[in-house]
């Protein structure tokens, strides 16, 4: 079993900056067997919607054409945490975001995952 925790979130203004945390804890077998990991997002009325995601070691990363340019994806293998840099923030990036892993796939649906965190909310006032 594996647990996500996210941090980071909270209220800024449009055109600042967040960093989104998400520590991984759990056995680490189950953490090495990790394929990929991602960041999904999901505002009040909407779907959940798969923002950026990176294969382990970060051979490929993926980015949703809404956050291209404005967002990077990023690992500290040795400390088991996956970040979101948010820069440029807009008042449509407000939303839940959700960090989760899965054994397989490429983590930009979250259809498939393995394993969710709980979520941090992010507010961007205009």
């Known amino acids: 079993q594996v647990q996500l925790v996210e941090s980071g979130g909270g209220s800024v203004q449009a055109g600042g900056s967040l960093r989104l945390s998400c520590a991984t804890f759990g056995v680490t077998y189950d953490i090495n067997a990790i394929n990929c990991m991602g960041w999904f997002r999901q505002a009040p009325g909407k779907e959940r919607e798969g923002v950026a995601s990176f294969y382990t070691g970060l051979s490929n990363t993926y980015y949703a054409e809404s956050v291209k340019g404005r967002f990077t994806i990023s690992q500290d293998s040795a400390k088991n945490t996956a970040y979101l840099q948010m820069n440029s923030l807009k008042p449509e990036d407000t939303a839940m975001y959700y960090c989760?892993?899965?054994?397989?796939?490429?983590?930009?649906?979250?259809?498939?995952?393995?394993?969710w965190g709980k979520g941090t909310l992010v507010t961007i006032s205009s």
């Open positions: 989760a892993a899965a054994y397989r796939g490429d983590c930009q649906r979250a259809y498939g995952m393995d394993y």
